[in-house]
């Protein structure tokens, strides 16, 4: 067996859980898709969106824990195999650091991380590659940071899935004056979102709008993480550092 098959195996269900969270996003979206209404404000180009949807069904947070439990998880069997790989023996303090800002040194030069105390040289180069700290001030938007947010999150508090987000509006000629639209959803759309049409509510005017819809996972110094998104970049990042670990550790 692979001394990575259990990490893996949890990454695997992570991915398996996408498609249920996927499923009850899109169903969520598309009952509210056309209960949108807005303004739009010619003298500075700026609109208005009003909407009261319902929150979405508590399942989807659910879900959302458990995929990300899982991959905070696999992390840590990492960090784990990393020590017996090096000879020693972890303990109850073992795991996979994440951290914003950039740690001590110790006396040889290395990273001071006492979670991932008994690794190899080569095992903490790679954990010091990927620390979300390597990206400076945007360090809080790192996938892995997020990931540890929302486990941190999870472990006392359901996620709360917060609702709908729209951005990406535009309008197919400029605005020259004030005008009320609504949402109309676009037959075709993408996985991560739902397109929708902002059409004039007075049906005399000849501009039409389009906008997205995603479903707001969280909001972290005022900007809005789309849920699907954000797991599918948390997927990618933690397999990209469980299969590089297997090159150059074991």
């Known amino acids: 067996m692979l001394p990575l098959a259990y990490a893996m195996d949890r990454v695997a269900r992570a ?8 499923a009850l996003s899109d169903e969520y979206l598309g009952k509210t898709a056309n209960a949108h209404h807005g303004k739009v404000y010619a003298s500075n180009n700026t609109y208005r969106i009003e909407y009261y949807p319902n929150p979405p069904d508590p399942r989807l947070g659910t879900l959302v824990g458990e995929a990300v439990h899982n991959l905070r998880s696999a992390l840590d069997h990492l960090v784990w195999e990393m020590v017996l790989e090096n000879g020693g023996k ?27 105390s008994g690794v190899s040289a080569a095992a903490l180069a790679l954990i010091d590659e990927h620390q979300p700290y390597r990206i400076g001030e945007m360090a809080e938007f790192d996938a892995l940071a997020v990931l540890r947010e929302l486990s941190n999150w999870d472990k006392h508090r359901h996620i709360t899935v917060q609702g709908q ?45 389009e906008a997205r819809l995603h479903v707001v996972l969280k909001e972290i110094s005022g900007t809005k993480l789309s849920l699907i ?17 297997l090159t150059v550790c074991f």
């Open 229 to 245: 998104g954000e797991l599918e970049l948390a997927v990618s990042r933690v397999e990209g550092i469980l299969k590089k670990a």
């Open 90 to 116: 972890p303990n109850r303090r073992t795991e996979f650091p994440i951290l914003k800002v950039r740690p001590g040194r110790n006396s040889d030069g290395t990273p001071r991380m006492p979670s991932a």
């Open 165 to 209: 987000f729209v951005d990406w509006v535009s309008f197919d000629q400029p605005v020259t004056h004030d005008f009320e639209w609504v949402t109309r959803q676009k037959l075709d759309s993408p996985d991560t979102h739902i397109d929708v049409w902002l059409l004039p509510i007075d049906r005399t005017l000849e501009i039409r709008g």
């Open 15 to 22: 991915k398996d859980q996408i498609d249920p969270i996927r």
